[in-house]
RNA sequence: GGGGACGUAGCUCAAUUGGUUAGAGUACCGGACUGUCGAUCCGGUGGUUGCGGGUUCGAGUCCCGUCGUCCUCGCCA
């Protein structure tokens, strides 16, 4: 650390070379260990921690003074780097081998008694730590994790860079376009009762770029999305976003791998192989039940159409009839862990959470039968099959669902993620990455009983599902990827669509008619319209990113400053009140209920 | 909007079936102590059990409502 006016070293840099220096360090009072004669203080900063002693040399004043100190004063100590007494040294500390015998000490300035100390044990609970995030964020495993944070993006930007890219910022106040999800608004007040909507993502800007020629985009980006929130999810988040001209799938993905390789080369210490496997999204949803599986521990779906297909039992021919599927897992030597009470959790989750109508399950006995109080539905060679097809062995605990392809995959997905975690089937420090691609073009529009995009309107579709776009819309796979680590969409991208006829095939395709289009993407089909080069990108959840590299279970402890479940900030008290006056120049009332 | 967990001293938690004056560790205050590093030892302060209502002879404990934090479904890429 460069030395500043007040401070001539950092609380972590100082060992053995420094003895004999004389050295003035600022920091925090971490511990304070009075021994009458003389006294301990742990002096801490971000870089670490350095004890400064107190003793009879030190001279009554400073030994008055340093007596007088209480955790998270402010301090600053002038004095010289000793060798600590035979003994005394602490391999705990970096700085362990040293101490400062202090002949100054300056208070500049005291701390009222914190509610909670940074250097704690226990954790505070998650209000006072966000009421009081100064205190929380002076934490080793915060500053870790911003650290992190830091190198994270830095090494992002280096990496860009060297590719060419171009860092360009796009508007945080633009138009709101009301496809995927709800905007955060800003009202005009030069233009009253008109709105700004903060941007989901730079989506139109950066395809404006490339139509403009700046054929290699980058930039990390704020985004804003006024829905609920989530382990995972803030309503502001960060992206890094880019865009490429000139490209395919193959290229943006390909780039991202080097940028994934590299991460996890300089943060995790840890080559990955590229190029980063892939999987289709038709195979991850029947091998998992979801479009960003966890591949770290196996448990795969298993389908058993054919067993349902000519067995009696009801629930499972009804749902095989009805074109539903009939799909379990097989949760490796667990039927000792689940008893019925811990299996009947299991099925309240599933239907609870995802609607699921039931949960058909089989412990597997050690003469290899099946058993459980469905079993009587089936005869004894049925009963074997579905233990062959699920790879049954004694000990094993098999789980079914039968219902719609929707359903099961989420109850099966929800299972698998929740009993991996129970049973311990991968090492929490473990990373896995791969991809997910060829995504279907559309969903079923639950409100029109149309069609909605999947991702979102701009994206391509692959040049073989072009022909049938109109014809099989429900068989169309789009030109998009998404990066998943352990089981975490981590980000996604697409190859967009440069041609404005086929724009407008897709539009249509979606219910959006010419004049929705133009009201609401104008100037993109204006753009389109004057050179677009060929081109896609890809943004990667930066917050999820930060999550996930620091093996943190939520996304909050990765953000400086982040919001409550209810989207408020306890440390300040947003969202707040405004004077009257600023609501009379915007022309706004409010409406309380 | 639905489901769930939690809310007790500044902080982290305990308190049997509803039953005496709600405890412990830590922090804080005072004292002792010349090598500690989660210092130790002695003493002390500290409580509207989130808030409101109800049941009961009696409520931290049971019921209803409400507020807050978290997890989750819906929602959201």
Same mark, same amino acid.
Request: glycine share 8%.
């Given at each position: 650390?460069?030395?500043?006016?007040?401070?001539?070293?950092?609380?972590?840099?100082?060992?053995?070379?420094?003895?004999?220096?004389?050295?003035?360090?600022?920091?925090?009072?971490?511990?304070?260990?009075?021994?009458?004669?003389?006294?301990?203080?742990?002096?801490?900063?971000?870089y670490?921690?350095?004890?400064l002693?107190?003793?009879?040399?030190?001279?009554?004043?400073?030994?008055?003074k340093?007596?007088?100190?209480?955790?998270?004063?402010?301090?600053?100590?002038?004095?010289?780097v000793?060798?600590?007494?035979?003994?005394?040294?602490?391999?705990?500390?970096?700085?362990?081998?040293?101490?400062?015998?202090?002949?100054?000490?300056?208070?500049?300035?005291?701390?009222?008694?914190?509610?909670?100390?940074?250097?704690?044990?226990?954790?505070?609970?998650?209000?006072?730590?966000?009421?009081?995030?100064?205190?929380?964020?002076?934490?080793?495993?915060?500053?870790?994790?911003?650290?992190?944070?830091?190198?994270?993006?830095?090494?992002?930007?280096?990496? *860009?860079?060297?590719?060419?890219?171009?860092?360009?910022?796009?508007?945080?106040?633009?138009?709101?376009?009301?496809?995927?999800?709800?905007?955060?608004?800003?009202?005009?007040?030069?233009?009253?009762?008109?709105?700004?909507?903060?941007?989901?993502?730079?989506?139109?800007?950066?395809?404006?770029l490339?139509?403009?020629?700046?054929?290699?985009?980058?930039?990390?980006?704020r985004?804003?999305?006024?829905?609920?929130?989530?382990?995972?999810?803030?309503?502001?988040?960060?992206?890094?976003?880019?865009?490429?001209? *000139?490209?395919?799938?193959?290229?943006?993905?390909?780039?991202?791998?080097?940028?994934?390789?590299?991460?996890?080369?300089?943060?995790?210490?840890?080559?990955?192989?590229?190029?980063?496997?892939?999987?289709?999204?038709?195979?991850?949803?029947?091998?998992?039940?979801?479009?960003?599986?966890?591949?770290?521990?196996?448990?795969?779906?298993?389908d058993?159409?054919?067993?349902?297909?000519?067995?009696?039992?009801?629930?499972?021919?009804?749902? =095989?009839?009805?074109?539903?599927?009939?799909?379990?897992?097989?949760?490796?030597?667990?039927?000792?862990?689940?008893s019925?009470?811990?299996?009947?959790?299991?099925?309240?989750?599933?239907?609870?959470?995802?609607?699921?109508?039931?949960?058909?399950?089989?412990?597997?006995?050690?003469?290899?039968?099946?058993?459980?109080?469905t079993?009587?539905?089936?005869?004894?060679?049925?009963?074997?099959?579905?233990?062959?097809?699920?790879?049954?062995?004694?000990?094993?605990?098999?789980?079914?669902?039968a219902?719609?392809?929707?359903?099961?995959?989420?109850?099966?997905?929800?299972?698998?993620?929740?009993?991996?975690?129970?049973?311990k089937?991968?090492?929490?420090?473990?990373?896995?990455?791969?991809?997910?691609?060829?995504?279907?073009?559309?969903?079923?529009?639950?409100?029109?009983?149309?069609w909605?995009?999947?991702?979102?309107?701009?994206?391509?579709?692959?040049?073989?599902?072009v022909?049938?776009?109109?014809?099989?819309?429900?068989?169309?796979?789009?030109?998009?990827?998404?990066?998943?680590?352990?089981?975490?969409?981590?980000?996604?991208?697409?190859?967009?669509?440069?041609?404005?006829?086929?724009?407008?095939?897709? *539009?249509?395709?979606?219910?959006?008619?010419?004049?929705?289009?133009?009201?609401?993407?104008?100037?993109?089909?204006?753009?389109?319209?004057?050179?677009?080069?060929?081109?896609?990108?890809? =943004?990667?959840?930066?917050?999820?990113?930060?999550?996930?590299?620091?093996?943190?279970?939520?996304?909050?402890?990765?953000?400086?400053?982040?919001?409550?479940?209810?989207?408020?900030?306890?440390?300040?008290?947003?969202?707040?009140?405004?004077?009257?006056?600023?609501?009379?120049?915007?022309?706004?009332?409010?409406?309380?209920?």
């Amino acid at each position: 650390m460069n030395p500043t006016s007040l401070r001539t070293h950092s609380c972590g840099e100082l060992n053995e070379t420094n003895i004999g220096q004389e050295v003035t360090l600022c920091g925090w009072v971490d511990t304070l260990r009075d021994h009458s004669g003389v006294l301990f203080v742990d002096l801490r900063d971000r870089y670490g921690r350095t004890q400064l002693v107190f003793g009879p040399e030190s001279g009554p004043e400073s030994l008055g003074k340093a007596r007088s100190l209480r955790s998270e004063y402010v301090v600053q100590a002038i004095g010289k780097v000793a060798p600590r007494p035979e003994g005394t040294t602490n391999p705990k500390l970096a700085t362990g081998q040293i101490e400062i015998r202090v002949s100054r000490l300056v208070v500049l300035n005291p701390s009222l008694t914190p509610p909670f100390q940074p250097g704690q044990k226990e954790l505070p609970g998650e209000d006072l730590r966000l009421k009081y995030r100064y205190l929380d964020l002076r934490r080793a495993e915060m500053q870790k994790t911003l650290m992190l944070r830091h190198r994270m993006t830095k090494i992002m930007r280096d990496y *860009f860079d060297e590719l060419g890219f171009v860092d360009i910022e796009t508007p945080v106040l633009g138009r709101s376009t009301p496809e995927g999800a709800r905007d955060y608004l800003v009202p005009s007040r030069v233009q009253p009762g008109t709105f700004y909507a903060l941007p989901q993502s730079p989506q139109l800007y950066k395809q404006i770029l490339m139509i403009a020629g700046y054929d290699r985009y980058v930039q990390i980006a704020r985004c804003f999305r006024d829905e609920d929130l989530r382990a995972d999810r803030q309503p502001e988040f960060t992206q890094l976003d880019l865009e490429m001209a *000139f490209v395919d799938v193959d290229d943006v993905v390909g780039v991202v791998d080097g940028l994934v390789a590299r991460l996890a080369r300089e943060l995790l210490s840890r080559d990955l192989p590229l190029p980063l496997p892939r999987m289709t999204y038709d195979e991850a949803m029947e091998r998992f039940g979801h479009d960003a599986p966890d591949q770290r521990f196996g448990m795969e779906l298993i389908d058993l159409a054919e067993v349902a297909a000519r067995c009696e039992f009801r629930v499972f021919r009804s749902i =095989a009839d009805a074109g539903g599927r009939v799909r379990g897992i097989n949760a490796k030597g667990a039927a000792g862990r689940y008893s019925r009470k811990g299996i009947d959790e299991l099925t309240a989750y599933v239907q609870q959470d995802f609607g699921a109508k039931g949960l058909v399950w089989f412990k597997v006995e050690p003469d290899g039968t099946l058993a459980s109080p469905t079993a009587k539905n089936f005869d004894a060679p049925l009963l074997a099959e579905i233990g062959r097809r699920m790879d049954a062995a004694p000990g094993d605990l098999l789980l079914i669902v039968a219902d719609s392809f929707e359903v099961t995959c989420k109850a099966l997905n929800g299972l698998r993620k929740r009993l991996a975690a129970e049973l311990k089937l991968y090492d929490p420090g473990d990373m896995h990455f791969s991809w997910v691609v060829e995504f279907p073009m559309f969903a079923p529009d639950e409100e029109d009983g149309g069609w909605a995009a999947m991702h979102h309107p701009f994206t391509s579709p692959r040049a073989e599902d072009v022909d049938r776009l109109e014809s099989e819309p429900a068989k169309c796979r789009a030109k998009a990827y998404d990066l998943v680590i352990n089981g975490c969409e981590a980000g996604g991208g697409t190859i967009r669509i440069h041609d404005q006829k086929l724009q407008h095939r897709v *539009f249509r395709l979606l219910g959006i008619d010419e004049e929705t289009a133009r009201v609401r993407f104008g100037f993109l089909l204006d753009a389109l319209q004057f050179g677009a080069p060929p081109h896609g990108g890809i =943004a990667l959840g930066i917050d999820r990113m930060v999550m996930l590299f620091s093996r943190m279970s939520n996304i909050r402890d990765c953000i400086a400053f982040p919001k409550t479940q209810r989207a408020t900030d306890l440390m300040t008290g947003a969202p707040g009140e405004v004077d009257p006056k600023q609501l009379r120049e915007l022309g706004i009332t409010p409406n309380r209920q």
